[in-house]
Structure formats: structure tokens, C-alpha cells
């Protein structure tokens, strides 16, 4: 057996497989906000962080790390499993002093990790991907390497707030004294795969490319980015590796506590952005995943390293080999919650028989979707833009704002992936929202590609078991097979006769994104 851990925004999930059966065996997760509301955390976030800033807590992971074996082992059989992989929200990071990997090797299981480990934060709280704070770092990274075409030559993306890089630039220069003391920096997922590993392990080529820091040609961290981010930085990270690399046993906190086996063995973890694509079964090209989660996201397998003119995409390591690009739009689930909430409504709302209700309003009614910053494409905070019929501009009719709504977020998802040049094949959906019906007939129509979903919805905690069972030999692409199926019947094909409709709707949203710039 296989376990595969997803430690996400909002929560930690583990998914075991057997590739013996075919089987999934078991699927837990613990919601940071509702398994751990000592953190204050509701959606696995500090809230009110300031000028952009928005940071989790790390010891809040590793209780969730406890909380999450403890209900493993009474759950299942753990001294079967023979590997462990996982996956951590990308561009999150974890800074430490010297005495991690000495705290780390001499572990306790009479207590728990965070009361063992917190001594070793170099900076109590970790910025994580929705923090926007960087922009002054940004431009002075951009500035010392030669501009941002040469930022996203050399890194895969252009300098970007939420990036690891620059959150280490800023932490540099506001506490210079802490960041002096920390020894290692870790990103979410090596992280985590640290603590198992029971000895700080590399970060992967997947989720390090999330950090403008990695050199994409040689796949080695960029001397120039570094020097041009912060002092001695090279020092604080181990070298950069695949992901299927395995780093020895697993600690013997896990083994002694929780019933693992002394023989099981760990290998890297990476971004949950390039496990899901292992776990949508889209490691080659021609399949476009969607992944509905706190943030929107839009990625696919590429042959090669190409790159977004505008800056608003990225490239990242294919946990397969290759490359991948990634869109992230920050707005995701959080704004079809503010509208929800605004409205007093509840998910049926946004469902098929709801949104059949207004099927003659499609196209019609034009929303700038945006609840909060947005960064595809880069939006201030000013509320939504509405732009329509008066039944619709004045909310008398709640249905045709969900609906407005979600044709915004998925014409500017279609305007802001035109630059792949990839033809949209097939759609595959995940994440929380993807089990939603309507929305994805909505997407299915306005991207007019036939749409599928897998049964499991934990699709990077599924990746990153599959990946423990390809590093430990077994054939990826024959374990996607099988593990990776639409089911049966969830396959949505577009109504073409919308066609028109929307390809006319995308030059009115562009049209009102332009003019709201
Ligand atoms: N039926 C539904 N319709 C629309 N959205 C949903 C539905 N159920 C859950 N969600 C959304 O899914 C989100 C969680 O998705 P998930 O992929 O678990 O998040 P993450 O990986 O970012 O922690 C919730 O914030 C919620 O808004
Ligand atoms: O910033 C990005 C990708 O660049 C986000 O996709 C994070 O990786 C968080 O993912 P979720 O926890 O929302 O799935």
C-alpha cells in the first residue's frame, strides 16, 4: 500500500492506495478551521494580515499531522504501507534555525510534534500563497536580474508576490536578525516531507519552481536569483530534486507512534498543483485540468518550457518529467463564497437545476468576479463589477448574479490560457466545487470541451500516493490507468449551440476587464 498526504490550504487529507486491487483504502482529512479552532484559522489562514500580508501557522500543520496519523491508525492497517509521498499548497514557506534537523532526529512520541519542533521557527508564522505583500521585492528582484522577461526566461514565471522568493527578500529586510538566524527554509511540502522524513529533505523541481529561484534550464537553483533575493540564501536550501527521489525510512516518531512500518520508506513531495496533475491522470499533453479549490486553478503537461507574455502564467516541474503551466486565480472558491453569503444562499444555488432556471440570461449579464485582490489578472480590491440588465444589476433576481458570476470567473479563465496555444481537448475538473453540476456544465459550455471528473475529489493526495508507488517501481502511467478513470457517466459534453453566445460574451468581459483596469 501507498499514502499519499495533501497538506492544502484549508486542510490535511491522506489517501492510501493498493495497486494490488486496484483499490483506494482508505481517504481521511482534518479541516485545519474545524479540527483545530485554537489556530483561528477558519480557512486555514491568520486573518487580517496586513498591507497584503497573509500568513498560516506551521505548528497548526503539524498538529494537523498528529491529529491526521492518529485517525490513520485507528482507522487502518499502517504497517502496510511500503512508501509515503504527499504534496503542500505551493510557495508557502517554513524558516528554521540549526537545531531543526537535530530536533527532528531526536523526536519524542510521548509528545507532539509542534510542542517539539516550535523552538526551531526562525519566524513564527509562514506566508502563504494568497499574500501579496512582495511588490517592492518584486521589482527590486526584477530590477538587479535584467527585467522581467529575464525573470521568467531564467524562473519559468515573472516575479510574482505570492512567489517564495520574494516573501524571503521581504522577511530578509523587515528581520534581518531572524532571517541571520535561520539555517533551512522549507517550503510547505519539504516541510512536511522533513518532519516524516525525520531529516530535512530538498524541495522538488514541481513545487520549486513556484519560488523564482529555480533555473528551469538546469533545473538547479539560478546563482543570479539568488544573490539578487537575499544573503546567503543558497546556504539555507538543499539542492533542488525529482520528486520520485526516495530519502530513506520514515522517521521513527511515525514508526513507534503511529504503527508504520520500520521498512516504509518516504520520497520527495511537491506543490498540490503538479500532484494533481498525476492525480487527474493529465502527465501528458492534451488534457487541461481545472481545480476548483480556495483558489481557481488552470494547468496542463507541456512538451517544453513555454512561457506567458503577460506574466500572469507559470511553468513548474512535471512530477512525470517535462514541464506543466499553471494559472492560478485567487478569487476561486472564496468569491463564489462571498457572493453566496452576501445573497443568503446556499450550494444549490449554484447548481444545475438553479442555474437552468436562468439558461436564457447566458452570456447576457457581464461580472468582473472579483471578491478580493485578484491576480489573474492583477485586480485591486473594489467590489465586483456588474454590467446588465437592471433585474440583474440590482440583484432582484439572486440567479442571474451566480450565474454572472461563474461565466466571469470562466471567461477570464479561457481569456488568461489562450496564451498555451493549446487546442482544449478534454477538461478534467477537481477540488471542492468540481462535485457542483452546474458549475461544471458551465465550464463545459464556455470552454466547449467535453468535461470529466474522477470519483475521487482528494486529487493531489492521490497523485502523491501514486507517486510513492512509482518510486518505489511500480509503472506511473499503468497506476493512472487504473486509478485515475472518469466515472462512470460524469462526462459532460458542451452544448454547442452556445458556442457563439459565449465566444461573443468572452469580447464583453475583455472589453469590461479593460476598461476596469
Ligand atoms: N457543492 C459545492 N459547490 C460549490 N463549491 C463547493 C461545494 N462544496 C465545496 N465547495 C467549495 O470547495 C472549497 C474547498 O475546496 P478544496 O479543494 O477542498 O480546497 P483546498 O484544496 O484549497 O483546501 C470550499 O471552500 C467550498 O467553497
Ligand atoms: O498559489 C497557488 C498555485 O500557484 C495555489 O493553487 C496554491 O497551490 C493553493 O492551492 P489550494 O490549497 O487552493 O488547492
Request: glycine share 10%.
Amino acid at each position: 500500500m501507498f499514502l499519499g498526504l495533501d497538506s492544502s490550504t484549508q486542510s490535511l487529507t491522506a489517501v492510501i492506495i493498493d495497486p494490488g486491487s486496484g483499490e483506494i483504502t482508505c481517504q481521511l482529512s482534518v479541516n485545519f478551521g474545524s479540527s483545530l479552532p485554537e489556530y483561528g484559522s477558519p480557512s486555514g489562514f491568520i486573518p487580517g494580515g496586513r498591507d497584503g500580508e497573509v500568513h498560516a501557522n506551521p505548528l497548526m500543520w503539524l498538529d494537523a499531522l498528529d491529529l491526521l496519523f492518529t485517525r490513520l491508525a485507528a482507522e487502518t492497517d499502517l504497517s502496510k504501507i511500503r512508501m509515503i509521498a504527499g504534496s503542500g499548497q505551493q510557495h508557502g514557506s517554513v524558516y528554521l534555525d540549526s537545531t531543526f534537523d537535530s530536533r527532528l532526529a531526536g523526536l519524542d512520541i510521548s509528545q507532539n510534534l509542534s510542542t517539539q519542533l516550535s523552538p526551531s521557527l526562525t519566524r513564527a508564522t509562514s506566508p502563504i500563497w494568497m499574500d501579496t505583500s512582495t511588490g517592492t521585492e518584486c521589482a527590486e528582484i526584477t530590477s538587479a536580474t535584467g527585467g522581467p522577461a529575464a525573470v521568467c526566461a531564467r524562473s519559468g514565471s515573472i516575479a510574482i508576490e505570492r512567489f517564495t522568493g520574494p516573501q524571503i527578500r521581504r522577511f530578509y529586510k523587515t528581520d534581518p536578525a531572524a532571517y541571520g538566524k535561520t539555517a533551512r527554509i522549507h517550503l510547505v511540502s519539504s516541510f512536511i516531507a522533513s518532519v516524516i522524513a525525520g531529516k530535512s529533505v530538498p524541495i522538488d523541481f514541481g513545487d520549486g519552481a513556484g519560488m523564482n529561484l529555480l533555473g528551469l534550464a538546469k533545473l538547479g537553483w539560478d546563482t543570479e536569483l539568488l544573490a539578487a533575493t537575499a544573503p546567503d540564501l543558497g546556504s539555507k536550501l538543499l539542492p533542488p530534486a525529482p520528486q520520485t527521489s526516495v530519502q530513506g525510512t520514515v522517521s521513527p516518531y511515525f514508526t513507534k507512534k503511529y504503527g508504520i512500518s520500520e521498512n516504509c520508506r518516504t520520497a520527495l513531495f511537491t506543490g498540490d498543483n503538479p500532484a494533481s496533475l498525476v492525480g487527474m491522470g493529465a502527465t501528458t499533453p492534451g488534457n487541461i485540468v481545472i481545480s476548483l479549490g480556495t483558489s481557481d486553478t488552470f494547468f496542463a503537461a507541456m512538451p517544453g518550457p513555454k512561457t506567458d507574455p503577460n506574466g500572469f502564467g507559470h511553468v513548474f516541474g512535471n512530477p512525470a518529467g517535462g514541464f506543466m503551466s499553471l494559472i492560478c486565480f485567487r478569487n476561486g472558491s472564496l468569491a463564489r463564497e462571498a457572493l453566496r453569503d452576501q445573497l443568503g444562499l446556499d450550494w444549490s444555488a449554484f447548481d444545475q437545476p438553479a442555474l437552468a432556471a436562468t439558461s436564457d440570461a447566458a452570456g447576457k449579464n457581464q461580472m468582473l468576479p472579483f471578491y478580493g485582490p485578484e491576480i489573474t489578472p492583477r485586480h485591486d480590491f473594489t467590489g465586483p463589477v456588474l454590467q446588465g440588465s437592471a433585474e440583474f444589476e440590482s440583484a432582484e433576481n439572486p440567479g442571474l448574479q451566480v450565474r454572472a458570476l461563474l461565466e466571469g470567473q470562466f471567461l477570464n479563465m479561457r481569456l488568461h490560457s489562450g496564451w498555451m496555444g493549446v487546442k482544449t481537448e478534454r477538461i478534467r475538473l477537481t477540488g471542492g466545487a468540481s462535485k457542483n453540476d452546474g458549475i461544471a456544465r458551465l465550464v463545459a459550455d464556455i470552454f466547449q470541451a467535453p468535461v470529466e471528473r474522477l470519483d475521487v475529489s482528494n486529487s493531489a493526495a492521490l497523485g502523491a500516493a501514486l507517486v510513492a508507488a512509482a518510486a518505489d517501481g511500480h509503472d506511473l502511467e499503468a497506476l493512472q490507468d487504473v486509478f485515475c478513470k472518469a466515472s462512470a457517466g460524469s462526462t459532460l459534453q458542451p452544448d454547442r449551440s452556445l458556442a457563439a453566445v459565449y465566444d461573443e460574451a468572452l469580447v464583453k468581459f475583455e472589453t469590461l476587464l479593460k476598461a476596469n483596469r
